[in-house]
C-alpha cells in the first residue's frame, strides 16, 4: 500500500542552539528537499498549535520540552537528543527530561526515537524506556557542498560548541597547550561560549595561539574548519555529535574520547582519521590523541547517510508505522526491543 506522505511537518527547535537547533534547521531542509513543506517553532509555540497537534495529516517531531505536548499529539515522532546528566543539569531537570520521554512512549500518537545506538541503550536499559527507532542526525547542506579547489592552509586544533563544564574542555587545553609546544605555526581555535570561558581564558593566560572566538555563524564554522588540521571534542557521553560530522565532512581529523555515540559516525575511520582517547579525559591520553591525528591526511569519510534528505527519508519510514488517524501501535515496538 502506498505511504501517505505528511501534508505537512512541524519540527520543534527554533528556540534551541547547538545540536538540536542544527537537528532542526537540517531535517526541514531534508523535508524540503522531498518536497513537503515544514516549519521549524519554538518549543513553546508547539503548545499554541493544538489544531496541528491534534491532526493526523500533519507530522509532528518533537525536541526538548515540546515532548510534553505528545499525549495531546496525534502522528508525533518524539527525539531523544541524549540522556539527562543530574550531575550537569540537576536532579529537577533530569526527571524532568526522564517524564518526557516516559510521556511519549505511554501516548497513543506517539513514538520516541534515539539519534544513537548509544543513547538508544541508556535509554533503554537504564532508565527502562521503549524506543522506537534509532534515527541519526543531520549535517546541514551547506557542509556537504564541494569545497573550493584551492585548499587553505590547515594549521589549527579547533573546538566547536558550548563552553561548558560538561564538554571537559578545562581538561583537554593543558594537553592543546603541550601539543602547540611541539608545532611551530600551529594555533589553536575555540569557537563558541558558554559560563566556562572567563576560566578557559584565564588558563590560556594570555596565550596568543589560543583564540576565542564566540558564537559563528554555520557558514563562520565551515570556513574555520577548512582550515583547521584536528577537531576536537571531550565530552564522553556526547549522545551523537553532529559537530563531528561537520568537521569530517570538511576534511578535519577528529580526537574525541573513546565513548558515546560519536563512535558510530565513521567506524571505518578510526584509527586513520579519528582518533581516540581515553573516556576518564587525561592529559598524557589527549595530547597523544592530538599528535597521532596532526599525523593524519585531510580526507573525507563517506557521509551521504547523515545528509538531510536521506535522514528525511528515515523519519517518513518512521511515520509509516502510523495509522491513518495518527496513532502508534507499540506492540511491534516493544518486540524488536525484547529480541
Not at 564522553?236 to 568537521?247: D, H, K, R, W
Not at 579519528?274 to 590523541?289: E, H, K, P, W, Y
Request: glycine share 8%.
Amino acid at each position: 500500500m502506498e505511504q501517505r506522505l505528511p501534508m505537512k511537518v512541524l519540527i520543534s527547535g527554533a528556540a534551541a542552539v547547538g545540536g538540536v537547533g542544527s537537528f532542526a534547521a537540517g531535517l526541514h531542509a531534508g523535508f524540503t528537499e522531498l518536497g513537503i513543506p515544514g516549519e521549524v517553532v519554538a518549543p513553546a509555540q508547539v503548545y499554541q498549535r493544538r489544531r496541528a497537534l491534534r491532526d493526523p495529516r500533519v507530522l509532528k517531531i518533537l525536541s526538548t520540552s515540546a515532548v510534553f505536548a505528545a499525549p495531546y499529539a496525534r502522528r508525533c515522532i518524539c527525539m531523544a537528543h541524549g540522556f539527562p546528566a543530574a550531575a550537569y543539569k540537576g536532579w529537577p531537570t533530569a526527571l524532568a527530561i526522564l517524564a518526557s520521554y516516559r510521556l511519549a512512549t505511554v501516548s497513543r500518537g506517539a513514538q520516541l526515537v534515539a539519534v544513537s545506538d548509544y543513547s538508544a541503550i541508556q535509554l533503554r536499559t537504564i532508565f527502562g524506556l521503549r524506543v522506537d527507532a534509532v534515527i541519526r542526525n543531520p549535517v546541514l547542506p551547506l557542509f556537504l557542498e564541494p569545497a573550493p579547489e584551492t585548499h587553505a592552509k590547515r594549521d589549527a586544533i579547533t573546538y566547536v560548541g558550548r563552553l561548558h563544564r560538561s564538554k571537559n574542555i578545562h581538561k583537554v587545553l593543558p594537553a592543546v597547550r603541550d601539543v602547540l609546544d611541539e608545532n611551530d605555526g600551529l594555533c589553536a581555535w575555540i569557537i563558541g561560549d558558554g559560563p566556562m570561558r572567563g576560566t578557559l581564558e584565564a588558563m590560556a593566560a594570555g596565550d596568543k595561539r589560543i583564540e576565542f572566538l564566540g558564537m559563528k555563524s554555520p557558514e563562520q564554522v565551515r570556513e574555520r574548519l577548512r582550515r583547521s588540521r584536528v577537531f576536537l571534542s571531550a565530552n564522553p557521553t556526547e549522545p551523537f555529535g553532529i559537530v563531528y560530522l561537520e568537521a569530517l565532512s570538511q576534511g578535519c581529523a577528529v580526537a574525541m574520547p573513546s565513548s558515546g555515540g560519536g563512535l558510530e559516525i565513521a567506524p571505518d575511520s578510526i584509527g586513520g582519521q579519528v582518533q581516540l582517547f581515553g573516556a576518564l579525559v587525561d592529559r598524557a591520553s589527549v595530547a597523544s590523541a592530538l599528535r597521532r591525528a596532526l599525523g593524519a591526511s585531510p580526507a573525507t569519510p563517506p557521509l551521504i547517510a547523515y545528509s538531510a534528505t536521506e535522514v528525511a527519508k528515515a523519519y517518513l519510514a518512521a511515520d509509516a508505522r502510523f495509522s491513518p488517524q495518527g496513532i502508534f501501535h507499540a506492540e511491534a515496538a516493544d518486540e524488536r526491543n525484547r529480541l
